[in-house]
C-alpha cells in the first residue's frame, strides 16, 4: 500500500509539471501571437500614422490663433503630445525597416522586404483590398500568392523582435 501511494504522488507530480509547462508555452504563444498582432497594426497603421503626423502640425497652428488661451493650450499640449508619440513610434519603425531592409539585401532575398513595403507602405496601394493586393505582389515578384503571405509573416515576425526588442523573442525566463 504504501507503494502505489508513493507511485500516485509521483504521478500527480509528473502531471502537475506537465500541466505548469503547457501553460507556460500557450502564454508564450499568446504573447507572441500579440506582439505580431501589434506589429502587423503598426504596418497597416504606418501611412495613416504618417498623415495624422502631418495633419497634426496643421492643427496646432490653427488652434494658436484662437481666443481663449486656456483652453488653447490644453488642446496645443494634447497635439503635440500625441504627435510626439506619433513622431518616436514612426521613427521607430522606419528605423527597423531600414534594418530589416539591409538584412534582407545581405542575404539576397530583397523580396521578402519588397512584400513589406508593397503591402504596408506603399502610397499608391492603400486603397487596394488585401487579397488583391497579395495577388498583385505576387504577379509583380513572380512568386505564388502563399509565398507572399509567407514571407510577409516572416517580416512581420522579424520586425516584431526589432520593434519590441527582447520581448519579441521567445525566451524562457
Not at 503547457?22 to 498582432?37: G, L, S
Not at 538584412?103 to 513589406?116: D, F, L
Not at 512568386?143 to 523573442?169: A, H, T, Y
Request: hydrophobic letters at 40%; charged letters at 35%; glycine letters at 2%.
Amino acid at each position: 500500500m504504501g507503494k502505489s501511494k508513493v507511485d500516485i504522488q509521483a504521478i500527480a507530480r509528473a502531471a502537475a509539471k506537465e500541466a505548469l509547462k503547457e501553460h507556460k508555452e500557450e502564454e508564450r504563444q499568446r504573447v507572441k501571437r500579440i506582439r505580431y498582432q501589434n506589429t502587423e497594426m503598426l504596418l497597416k497603421n504606418y501611412l495613416n500614422l504618417m498623415d495624422h503626423y502631418e495633419n497634426a502640425k496643421d492643427r496646432a497652428s490653427d488652434i494658436m490663433d484662437l481666443d481663449d488661451l486656456d483652453l488653447d493650450e490644453v488642446i496645443v499640449k494634447a497635439i503635440k503630445r500625441s504627435r510626439t508619440r506619433t513622431v518616436i513610434m514612426i521613427t521607430l519603425i522606419e528605423t527597423c525597416l531600414e534594418i530589416l531592409k539591409l538584412r534582407m539585401s545581405a542575404k539576397g532575398q530583397t523580396e521578402k522586404y519588397e512584400v513589406i513595403n508593397s503591402l504596408y507602405l506603399d502610397k499608391a496601394r492603400r486603397d487596394i483590398q488585401f487579397g488583391e493586393l497579395v495577388k498583385t505582389v505576387a504577379e509583380e515578384l513572380h512568386c505564388s500568392e502563399p509565398s507572399v503571405r509567407r514571407w510577409k509573416n516572416e517580416m512581420v515576425n522579424e520586425l516584431s523582435i526589432l520593434i519590441f526588442g527582447v520581448d519579441g523573442l521567445r525566451l524562457d525566463i
